[in-house]
C-alpha cells in the first residue's frame, strides 16, 4: 500500500447509473503497520487502539520471498492485537505485500505467481500463520499485478485455501483501470475489495463508479481514506464517509497508528458499523491456571504447564518420556465447549484424548484421537460441557514426551438450563428487599386465560413470568419418590397438553404426571438425545377437564434427575405443515445434508446444512395457500445469529414476516401475525460460526381459528417435597470484575448452584463439592447477578 504519497489524480468519471442501497451498517477496515514509531502522538502498542471504531484491523505487512515462505514481524505484537482485538469482535487480518521500492514490476508476487509450487507453498505458509495466531483471514496487498494471469493464478489459490478453513481473504487494490487495475481481473472471491483512493474528491468519485461498473458488490467495496498525511481534512472524510454511504459497504483507512485526521467524523458520519456479524471465538484458556502429570526430567521452568496457555507459540510444556500423560487446564466456570486446538511441538501425540470434567476428578472424552501425523490439531464439532478440559497422550510420536506450544479451548458460557425459550424467569427463593418469592407460602392459583398468562403467585404479590411458553425454572434434582406441586384454576373446559422438561441425563429414568391424585400420563421414560445440557420435551395430554382449581404434580419414579420447565396449554389443532414438503435452499454443504432433510421429522440425526457464506437460504413448498403465523427452527451448532423469516404466494416475491437479530441457536420459535402464503423461507443473513447454516427441523404451522384461544401459562411450584439443608454463603469480592468465590456450608451432595440476572435468565449452574466455587465472570455483562444455593440467597455486583 503506497503510503507517503498521493496517487496521480485521474480525470472525473461520471458515477455509473446505478440505484444504491442504504446499507444499515458499515465496515471500518484499518490498517496498523508492524511497525510504528515511538512517542505519545503515535498509537504505537495494540493497548492504544479504539476497538470500537473498527470491524477489521490489517496488520501490515508480512512480505514473501519468491518461494512463497513468510514470517512475522513483531510477532508478539500481532499476538497482543488478536486478543485485544477478539475481546472487542473485531476480525484480525494479515496483510502481506504492501508497496516496495521494487514494485510494481518486480515484487515476490510477480516471482510467485509464475511458479505452482510457489503459489502453494505461499498458501500453505498463509494458512498456517492463521492458524498459529489466530487470525480471521489474509489481505493480499499487491500493488500492483503486471498482469490478469498472473493475479487470478495467485489469489484464486489463496482464496480457495483461506475460505476452505472459513477464514477471509480480501485485498487492497488500485483505485482505477488506469493503474493496472483491471488487473486485479477476478475478484469474485474476494470478501472485501480495500480500493486505495487516496486522492480528492473527484478520484473518489471516479474510483467507486469504476469498481462498481467492475461488478464489486456495494457490500463489498471499501472505499480508502488516508490518515498518515496531514492535509488530509476532516471535511475531507466526511465528503468521503457520505459518499462511501451511498456507493461502498464502508471506509479503509491506512494507517491507524498515525492518524492525522478524526476518525470520529468517520464513525459518526457512516453512522452504525457493522458490529453484529459473526462473533469471533475467544480463547477460554488463555492465561487461565494448568495441571499436568509430569514434566521433562532434568527440565527448568522452561517446560512448565503454564506456558500452553500463555499465549506465546515459542514457550512450550513438556512431560516425562512415557505413556499416558496428560495436561488439563482449569477454564474456571462451567463451558459448552465445541473446539479445542492445540499445536504440538515436534514431540506431538499421535493418539490422545479430549476429555472434559466438572471437577477434575471425574472426566469424560469427547473426541478421541488415532493415527495423528500433524502439529497442529484444530479439533472442531464438539459436545461436551465441563470446567476442566485435558488433553490425555496415550501414544508418542517420537521417544521424547509430549509437548505443547499452546491449548486453545472454545465455546459459551454454560446456560444450559436456561428456560426453553424466552427471556424471563421467576428466580427462585425470597431476597431480602427484592420483590421475589418462589411461590412457597400461601397458594398460588395459575388461572389459565389469555388475559392473565403470567399468573398470580401469591395475593400479595405478582412476579412476571414473561409471556406464554416462556418457561419457568430449573426445579433442581429430585429423587425417586419425590414429586413437584402446582395449583391450577382451571377457566376454560377442554383437553390441556403439559409438557416438562428434563436433562437428558435422566435418560431411562421415568415420572408421571397426576392430576387431583389421578396419574394422567402412566409412566413416561427419558429417551437418550443427547449428553446433559440437551433436554427432552415430553407431552402429556390429559382428559377433557372441567372448570376450577386442581392440584397437578410430577412424581420422579426411579433415581434423581433434574427437571424444568413446565407448561400446561389447551389443545388446538397445531400440526408441522411443512413435513416432507417439497424443499429448495441456495446451496448444499455436501451430499448427505441436503435441504429435505430439515423436513424430513427427524430432529436429531438429519440436517441441512449451507455452504460457508452468509446470504443463504433454505424454502418450503406447501402445496397450497395456508394461514401461517409461527415457524420452529431447530438449530444445529451452526446457526444464524440475525435471520428473516419470508412468506410468498408464488416463491418470486417475498415478504418479511419476522426479523430475528439476535438469534441463539437451539430451537427458536419465532411467530408473527397470521398471513395467506405457500411458500415459507428462512433467510440467513449473518452466522455465528465460520460454517454455513445448519438445521435439524424447520417446522411450520398454521394460525389457530379466532375460536380457538390458545391459553398457556409456564407453572412455578408451589410446593415440594423436597428438604434441603439450611445453607449459609460468602461471596468475595463484591463487586466482582474477574474471579467470583462462593464459599458455603449446609450443602448436601445434590445442592445445585445457580446465579440469575435479574431478568431471571439463569447465567451458571454447578453442583457443589467441598467448601467454595471459583467462578470467572470476566466476561459477563456488567449489572446484578443473584446466587442460588439451597435456600440462601445473595446479591453480586460485577464490574
Not at 483505485?175 to 487495475?181: C, I, L, M, R, V
Not at 510444556?317 to 477454564?331: E, G, H
Not at 473426541?367 to 470446567?387: A, E, I, W, Y
Request: charged share 15%.
Amino acid at each position: 500500500m503506497q503510503k507517503t504519497k498521493l496517487l496521480f489524480l485521474f480525470a472525473l468519471m461520471m458515477l455509473s447509473r446505478v440505484t444504491f442501497a442504504q446499507l444499515s451498517c458499515y465496515n471500518i477496515v484499518g490498517y496498523y503497520p508492524s511497525w510504528v514509531a515511538g512517542g505519545n502522538y503515535y498509537i504505537n502498542t495494540p493497548s492504544k487502539i479504539d476497538y470500537s471504531k473498527y470491524t477489521h484491523i490489517c496488520y501490515a505487512f508480512s512480505i514473501p520471498d519468491n518461494n512463497g515462505n513468510m514470517g512475522i514481524d513483531n510477532a508478539s505484537v500481532l499476538t497482543d492485537l488478536v486478543t485485544r482485538a477478539h475481546a472487542n469482535n473485531v476480525k484480525v487480518l494479515l496483510s502481506i505485500g504492501g508497496w516496495l521500492s521494487s514494485s510494481p514490476s518486480n515484487t515476490p508476487f510477480e516471482t510467485i505467481a509464475n511458479s505452482t509450487t510457489a503459489i502453494n507453498q505461499l498458501a500453505t505458509v498463509c494458512g498456517n500463520l492463521v492458524t498459529q495466531y489466530n487470525l480471521d483471514g489474509i489481505d493480499l496487498d499487491w500493488e500492483y499485478p503486471t498482469t490478469k494471469t498472473k493475479w487470478n493464478n495467485l489469489a484464486t489459490v489463496l482464496g480457495t485455501k483461506l475460505h476452505g478453513m472459513g477464514k477471509l481473504f480480501t485485498a487492497a487494490v488500485s483505485e482505477s483501470a488506469s493503474n493496472n487495475g483491471d488487473h486485479y481481473d477476478n475478484v469474485t472471491m474476494l470478501d472485501l475489495v480495500n480500493i486505495m483512493c487516496y486522492g480528492g474528491n473527484n478520484l473518489a468519485s471516479s474510483s467507486m463508479s469504476y469498481w462498481t461498473s467492475r461488478g464489486v458488490p456495494q457490500s463489498k467495496r471499501m472505499l480508502g481514506v488516508p490518515f498518515y498525511s496531514s492535509d488530509n481534512t476532516t471535511a475531507e472524510h466526511v465528503w468521503k464517509s457520505n459518499l462511501a454511504k451511498t456507493t461502498a459497504g464502508g471506509i479503509m483507512i491506512w494507517d491507524i497508528a498515525t492518524e492525522y485526521g478524526d476518525i470520529n467524523s468517520i464513525y459518526n458520519t457512516l453512522g452504525s458499523i457493522c458490529k453484529g456479524g459473526t462473533p469471533v471465538p475467544q480463547n477460554l484458556a488463555t492465561n487461565k491456571p494448568v495441571t499436568a502429570s509430569s514434566l521433562e526430567p532434568n527440565s527448568t521452568t522452561s517446560v512448565v504447564a503454564a506456558n500452553i496457555t500463555d499465549g506465546n507459540y515459542s514457550t512450550r510444556w513438556s512431560s516425562a518420556f512415557a505413556d499416558p500423560q496428560w495436561v488439563y487446564v482449569d477454564l474456571g466456570a462451567s463451558y459448552d465447549i465445541n473446539r479445542v486446538k492445540i499445536t504440538w511441538e515436534a514431540a506431538y501425540a499421535t493418539a490422545y484424548e479430549i476429555q472434559v470434567s466438572t471437577d477434575a476428578t471425574t472426566w469424560t472424552s469427547v473426541k478421541s484421537v488415532t493415527g495423528n501425523t500433524t502439529l497442529v490439531n484444530d479439533n472442531t464439532g464438539l459436545v461436551g460441557n465441563g470446567r476442566y478440559v485435558r488433553i490425555y497422550g496415550t501414544a508418542r510420536a517420537t521417544t521424547y514426551g509430549y509437548s505443547i506450544y499452546e491449548l486453545e479451548v472454545y465455546g459459551a458460557t454454560s446456560v444450559s438450563q436456561t428456560p426453553y425459550s424466552g427471556t424471563a424467569s421467576a428466580i427462585p427463593g425470597k431476597i431480602e428487599a427484592e420483590n421475589y418469592d418462589n411461590g412457597g407460602e400461601g397458594v398460588a392459583y395459575h388461572d389459565l386465560t389469555s388475559t392473565n398468562l403470567g399468573g398470580q403467585y401469591r395475593t400479595t404479590e405478582t412476579v412476571d413470568l414473561g409471556t406464554a411458553n416462556e418457561g419457568g425454572y430449573n426445579l433442581g434434582y429430585v429423587q425417586a419418590g419425590e414429586w413437584v406441586e402446582y395449583t391450577v384454576n382451571i377457566t376454560t373446559a377442554g383437553a390441556y397438553t403439559l409438557q416438562s422438561r428434563v436433562a437428558a441425563t435422566a435418560a431411562g429414568k421415568s415420572f408421571h404426571i397426576e392430576l387431583d391424585g389421578q396419574n394422567i400420563s402412566g409412566n413416561i421414560s427419558v429417551p437418550n438425545t443427547g449428553d446433559w445440557q440437551t433436554y427432552t420435551t415430553v407431552s402429556v395430554t390429559t382428559p377433557s377437564l372441567t372448570t376450577g382449581k386442581k392440584v397437578m404434580r410430577i412424581v420422579v419414579d426411579t433415581a434423581e434427575f433434574n427437571l424444568n420447565w413446565v407448561n400446561f396449554t389447551l389443545q388446538t389443532s397445531n400440526s408441522n405443515i411443512a413435513l416432507n414438503k417439497t424443499i429448495t435452499a441456495s446451496s448444499v454443504e455436501e451430499a448427505g445434508f441436503e435441504a429435505a432433510k430439515a423436513f424430513d421429522g427427524n430432529a436429531t440425526t438429519t440436517r441441512w446444512s449451507s455452504a460457508y457464506t452468509d446470504n443463504e437460504w433454505i424454502a418450503v413448498d406447501l402445496g397450497t395457500a395456508q394461514n401461517i403465523s409461527r415457524v420452529v427452527l431447530k438449530w444445529e451448532n451452526a446457526y444464524a445469529t440475525s435471520y428473516r423469516i419470508e412468506t410468498s404466494t408464488d416463491n418470486v416475491n417475498w415478504t418479511v414476516q419476522k426479523t430475528v437479530t439476535a438469534g441463539v441457536g437451539g430451537t427458536e420459535d419465532p411467530s408473527f401475525p397470521a398471513v395467506s402464503a405457500r411458500y415459507v423461507r428462512m433467510y440467513g443473513v449473518t452466522r455465528a460460526t465460520v460454517y454455513g447454516y445448519s438445521i435439524w427441523e424447520f417446522e411450520v404451522y398454521a394460525a389457530q381459528p379466532s375460536s380457538a384461544k390458545q391459553n398457556a401459562i409456564a407453572l412455578s411450584p408451589v410446593k415440594t417435597s423436597l428438604n434441603e439443608s439450611l445453607v449459609s454463603i460468602i461471596v468475595s469480592p463484591n463487586p466482582v470484575k474477574d474471579v467470583l468465590t462462593v464459599k458455603y456450608k449446609g450443602t448436601t451432595s445434590q445442592s445445585v448452584l445457580r446465579i440469575y440476572s435479574m431478568t431471571g435468565q439463569q447465567t451458571y449452574f454447578s453442583k457443589v463439592s467441598g467448601s467454595m466455587t471459583q467462578i470467572d465472570v470476566s466476561k459477563w455483562p456488567k449489572g446484578i447477578y443473584i446466587i442460588s444455593l439451597g435456600d440462601a440467597r445473595k446479591k453480586i455486583v460485577v464490574e
